[in-house]
């Protein structure tokens, strides 16, 4: 890498342009994993997609339009996502390019991340081991910060009523010049949870209410971006967040638990753009406090980097770049360090108009263990394309890696210091069709994970051992449209996602989970969404349908599929003077339909909500 950076400086291609985002908004190199992630399946939303989301969380919006299996322990409560049949602590979490995921657990809770914290998201699938990083074997989640510049000052003061004891707070102020952008967001979402629901615990089922679920939560989010130069930007972000709950229990048990989270995070990236190449140098903090029933946990993890991109007439593309990070735990059980050093590469080829060839290269050291390479190849061919039809091939090869978490290695009694890091190798291809003004895509994907990690028993003590090796295949279809009936705009989209992904080895030769379907991983998943837009009015119906699933490894209790209908209704035509004043009335689940995402855990049936904002 370092070879190849010299060689490009002190010969100096001539450049054609780097893929950059509008000057109008902050000038930003495009990130890598868009530019070089050819053959990789995508989703990406920008602000104005996730606008109807603002006063929810970024668990609502992936439940509702995406294919990923998100697995609720009730409302407010731990959500995590599982990409194609993997488990959470194998999606990577990001947050302007700073990995957040615990470095404790190796997960993120999503419930915590209010979609008004975020501009822009962006999904990943497959294993992106080159490309982004640790923990990328099923797929990645990056959220993103975009203020902009020469804008209006702003402010908006949203306030939501809904069931079950529920208040959501937002509030939203923002003003630019053409060399300076800030962004303030603060918010407080408090509901009681105090829904009804059947015990099926007890004899008769009978109905009771939720008495133990509060959820107090807050935060405040704060960008600034300066344009030094007119070739040189400065972006700083900041995020506070904090949520007290009381952890709902299963049905049957009636444990009290309480549960406290605190998090810091801040970014720093500062952007260096010439005629031929650019520069990226960025630093970050994340700190995470947990208190789980009055036994505190503290994570620390600093990041520094650098990124280099060129450009050349030739036709090829170049990027490059080193992360250091440090990591450190306090946990009631142990205290312990992690450093770790990457560098990567990434190269593009365009051989023609409708040929794109790219390779992706990552070198990971940490305490001693070093990965050489970490590989991930893949090309877009646009088979037909005209004024009506485009027509692309992707395809892409790749491998993902894990390094085990500190509660893996370090956790006294029991942590196994001697794990390998789980490993994958990825296949996948897809046609994507584009017909005016329909989309439709169709990727079909194979997956093996190895080195699986799992805790078993070793006489009262459980230790982690890398025992699991997992399948996972599929295929992926997604559509969207865009139509007009009469004076009505109307923009469905919808999705269908069939998974396998079971055990190929296990803790012996006759473990009943071999080739069984993994738990809480369902076969059919499906979501439908249509929105219409008439003046001022808007409406959306969105239906997500989850299917059969299994409870536990060896699949002797499954769980029933079920599917669940939200609608809204928003009218954005009232205002006073310059003061708008839109409105939103929602039904969360929609024909009171009763089920469980997790075996035993309670789901809330009809909801409404309640949403008046004032804007200026």
């Not at 080195?451 to 969207?480: A, D, F, M, T």
């Amino acid at each position: 890498m370092i070879l190849l950076v010299w060689f490009m400086s002190t010969f100096g291609f001539q450049t054609e342009g780097l893929d950059t985002l509008s000057l109008k908004e902050v000038e930003v190199i495009a990130p890598a994993y868009q530019r070089f992630g050819q053959g990789q399946k995508a989703i990406a939303w920008t602000s104005k997609d996730i606008q109807e989301f603002n006063s929810r969380t970024l668990s609502d919006l992936l439940q509702e339009t995406s294919p990923i299996s998100v697995r609720q322990y009730g409302p407010g409560m731990l959500s995590s996502p599982s990409f194609r049949g993997t488990s959470a602590g194998h999606t990577a979490l990001f947050w302007n390019g700073l990995p957040i995921n615990s470095p404790s657990l190796g997960q993120s809770d999503l419930s915590l991340i209010p979609i008004l914290a975020i501009d822009q998201a962006d999904l990943q699938f497959g294993s992106s081991g080159a490309l982004i990083g640790n923990e990328s074997i099923g797929g990645s989640i990056q959220l993103r910060s975009n203020a902009k510049f020469s804008q209006k000052p702003q402010l908006l003061f949203s306030q939501e009523f809904g069931s079950f004891g529920t208040y959501n707070t937002r509030i939203k102020a923002g003003f630019s010049t053409e060399k300076l952008a800030f962004q303030t967001k603060a918010y407080r979402l408090f509901t009681q949870n105090n829904y009804r629901f059947e015990d099926l615990s007890k004899s008769g089922t009978p109905t009771v209410e939720q008495d133990h679920g509060r959820v107090n939560q807050y935060g405040i989010v704060q960008d600034l971006s300066w344009k030094i130069k007119e070739n040189q930007l400065l972006n700083s972000s900041f995020w506070f967040n904090k949520a007290n709950r009381e952890i709902q229990s299963p049905m049957g048990s009636n444990t009290r638990d309480l549960q406290e989270d605190e998090s810091w995070k801040w970014s720093l990236d500062y952007e260096i753009f010439r005629q031929k190449s650019a520069w990226l140098f960025k630093t970050g903090l994340v700190k995470d406090h947990l208190i789980f029933n009055g036994s505190l946990s503290k994570t620390r993890q600093l990041f520094l980097g650098a990124e280099w991109d060129y450009s050349t007439e030739t036709k090829w593309k170049f990027h490059a770049g080193t992360r250091f990070s440090f990591i450190k735990g306090d946990l009631s059980t142990y205290s312990a360090t992690d450093q770790r050093i990457e560098f990567f590469e990434s190269i593009q080829f365009q051989a023609n108009e409708k040929l794109i060839f790219s390779f992706n290269g990552r070198h990971l050291v940490y305490l001693d263990v070093f990965k050489p390479l970490i590989p991930s190849l893949g090309l877009d061919w646009k088979i037909k394309e005209n004024e009506a039809h485009t027509l692309t091939f992707k395809a892409s090869g790749s491998m993902g890696f894990k390094v085990p978490t500190l509660n893996d290695r370090f956790w006294e009694p029991g942590g196994n210091p001697d794990l390998l890091p789980e490993e994958s190798w990825n296949a996948e291809s897809g046609l994507h069709w584009q017909f005016k003004k329909i989309e439709q895509s169709l990727t079909g994907y194979w997956m093996d994970v190895d080195n699986w990690i799992i805790w078993l028993p070793n006489g009262s003590i459980w230790s982690p051992q890398n025992i699991r090796k997992v399948r996972s295949e599929g295929i992926e279809y997604q559509g969207k449209a865009k139509f007009q009936t009469g004076k009505i705009l109307w923009t469905p989209n919808w999705q269908y996602s069939f998974n396998r992904a079971v055990s190929l080895q296990g803790i012996s030769e006759i473990d009943p989970s071999l080739g069984k379907q993994l738990p809480y991983t369902p076969q059919h998943q499906a979501t439908m969404r249509i929105g219409g837009k008439l003046n001022s009015f808007s409406i959306s119906l969105a239906g997500d349908y989850t299917g059969k699933r299994s409870v536990t490894a060896d699949n002797p209790r499954t769980m029933d599929p079920f599917t669940l209908w939200n609608t809204s209704l928003s009218y954005e035509g009232f205002s006073i003077g310059k003061i708008k004043i839109p409105m939103q009335f929602r039904i969360q689940n929609l024909f009171d339909t009763n089920y469980q995402v997790l075996y035993l855990r309670p789901m809330p049936g009809r909801s409404y909500h309640f949403n008046l904002s004032i804007q200026l």
